[in-house]
């Protein structure tokens, strides 16, 4: 791998005061990092070669192009900052390069800082990237902005109530009532995905939409599916009670990335306008930074995605790497076509 050098300020380590920049830290160090098998790039700033200790020592490896000098008018830090995102290189400096954090949000994990005692180099490490924040709500969101340009609508809605049995089940109730009042009739009121649907589950679910008015999807976050669940069975039975119904609703408990923990939402669907699958299939291309992070929650993603367009198979919801998007947070979406409704 390509290491920069930030050779002025390499040279400027540890010099006295008034004293020169010092062309032996910067052979050192090139000696240190092809010890740790980088290859190194010395990058030097117009104004070292008038500063630096030993001129023509400098000025040979300028000729020989062994160090590389930032063209006239351009700002050193920049340029050196510019070069390692194109070549996907480490940049060995003390200088944290602050000011540039908006445009190279990778800077962190690129600079690798040192230190020098009595001639010997030091090599540091760089920090970990950072994970972009709510990448996998950005991730979902695309998503579902997606297909809705394909003409499917979806559920939006994230009012993050606090979560209680009895508070989904008063909702659910307010809910329809207010729909069998105002005949309400949209596609999808409501909806919402992620409860592993198991096998000996399915007659179940079978019976219950040949037999259930409406669907009622509980959306919580993961860290909260498992006692949601335990309080599915009393939810639907109170809901019917209450209002009466001929059957009882299906209640159905998904996980929900966009639901805050110790919250829900409330999706509620007539149970003949549920789709059997997703129509599309999801391909994430993402970069190498946030990969393992959201490789290890697609099937939360694909979750999401069911649930807010009302099917209940999940899309399947592929994960890549691209090497050709370097910085965290970038990404990609593409759908492919899936299952018919």
Not at 42 to 58: G, N, P
Not at 83 to 90: G, L, P, S, Y
Not at 209 to 228: C, G, Q
Request: proline fraction near 4%.
């Amino acid at each position: 791998m390509k290491a920069i050098v930030d050779a002025s300020n390499v040279a400027h380590y540890g010099k006295v005061k008034d004293g020169k920049p010092i062309l032996e830290n910067i052979l050192n160090a090139v000696k240190a990092l092809k010890e740790l098998g980088y290859e190194p790039v010395l990058i030097a700033d117009a104004s070292l070669r008038h500063e630096i200790d030993q001129k023509e020592e400098f000025n040979k490896l300028l000729d020989e192009e062994k160090v590389k000098q930032v063209p006239s008018g351009t700002t050193a830090d920049h340029f050196i900052l510019k070069i390692a995102e194109e070549e996907d290189a480490k940049i060995l400096s003390n200088d944290v390069f602050r000011e540039y954090y908006d445009e190279f949000r990778d800077i962190s994990s690129r600079r690798i800082p040192y230190s020098i005692n009595d001639g010997t180099v030091s090599i540091g490490t760089s920090s970990k990237p950072k994970k972009v924040k709510n990448i996998l709500q950005k991730i979902c969101s695309q998503i579902m902005t997606d297909f809705e340009k394909k003409g499917l609508d979806s559920y939006k809605q994230k009012k993050n109530k606090k979560l209680s049995g009895i508070a989904v089940a008063k909702e659910a109730i307010d809910r329809i009532s207010k729909s069998k009042e105002e005949s309400i009739d949209s596609k999808i009121e409501d909806i919402f995905m992620k409860i592993p649907l198991f096998d000996k589950f399915l007659n179940m679910v079978e019976d219950a939409e040949e037999t259930s008015d409406f669907i009622i999807f509980v959306l919580v976050s993961p860290r909260d599916y498992k006692d949601a669940v335990k309080n599915a069975g009393n939810i639907a039975v109170t809901v019917g009670d209450r209002l009466k119904l001929e059957h009882a609703p299906l209640v159905a408990v998904r996980n929900d990335l966009f639901t805050k923990p110790g919250s829900f939402e409330l999706n509620i669907i007539y149970s003949d306008e549920v789709l059997e699958e997703s129509p599309y299939n999801v391909n994430i291309t993402i970069n190498d930074h946030d990969y393992a992070f959201v490789k290890k929650n697609s099937r939360n993603i694909a979750s999401t995605v069911a649930a807010r367009l009302g099917t209940w198979k999940f899309p399947i919801v592929s994960v890549k790497p691209s090497m050709l998007m370097e910085k965290p947070g970038h990404f990609d979406i593409t759908l492919e076509k899936g299952g018919e409704k």
